[in-house]
């Protein structure tokens, strides 16, 4: 049995939450943690009930989006210990395969936080196409790369995204909101000092 913190978070490689746990870790001096990309809220506050991990990330609220509705629905099914409530500027880009151009998009895949953050830019700019929800904007992107989405889709992620599976930034900084913050929670299993 290893002695290594682990983290699970709402999200893939390259997501917001994965952002927000390092955070986490640095205001609560954790060093070295292992992050478990857990995707989903349910699957976060399951895994910190089951004790598979030591703590859990995962958004609440978005000053655009507003409510995450999934993490809404996970808090009513599990128990937790909440450790910090902290927020985390969040830039949504608009990443495609290398090489494609704004104007050969048929279909915009994000997670639906994600989609409201960006509606007024989507509305002006892709009106027409199709706004695809996925799970998690991290494993939108990935899913991308890997020819799992049509290679004239885009998705809507972080900038990390672009790097870590070779897609091209569109457009930067597309959300709507100026100071576009999201609340995330650091939680723990209930009862645990």
Same mark, same amino acid.
């Given at each position: 049995m290893t002695n290594k913190i682990t983290i699970g978070i709402q999200g893939g490689k390259g997501s917001f939450s994965e952002e927000a746990a390092h955070e986490f870790a640095h205001n609560h001096g954790i060093d070295g943690a292992? *992050? @478990?990309? /857990? *995707? =989903? =809220? @349910? +699957? $976060? /506050? +399951? +895994? $910190? @009930?089951n004790e598979s991990v030591d703590y859990g990330i995962f958004a609440m609220e978005n000053a655009q989006g507003g409510v995450v509705i999934e993490s809404i629905e996970a808090l009513a099914t599990h128990r937790c210990d909440i450790v910090e409530m902290f927020h985390i500027p969040v830039d949504q880009n608009l990443l495609g395969l290398v090489g494609t151009h704004a104007g050969d998009l048929t279909e915009i895949h994000s997670h639906q936080q994600a989609l409201r953050q960006c509606k007024d830019y989507l509305s002006e700019h892709f009106w027409t196409r199709p706004l695809v929800e996925e799970d998690d904007t991290a494993e939108a992107a990935r899913r991308l790369a890997e020819g799992k989405l049509p290679a004239t889709a885009a998705v809507i992620a972080n900038k990390a995204c672009a790097d870590l599976y070779g897609l091209e930034i569109l457009q930067e900084s597309i959300h709507d909101l100026k100071h576009n913050l999201t609340l995330f929670l650091g939680i723990k299993k209930l009862g645990d000092s």
């Open positions: 292992s *992050i @478990e990309y /857990l *995707i =989903s =809220s @349910e +699957a $976060v /506050l +399951a +895994a $910190v @009930e």
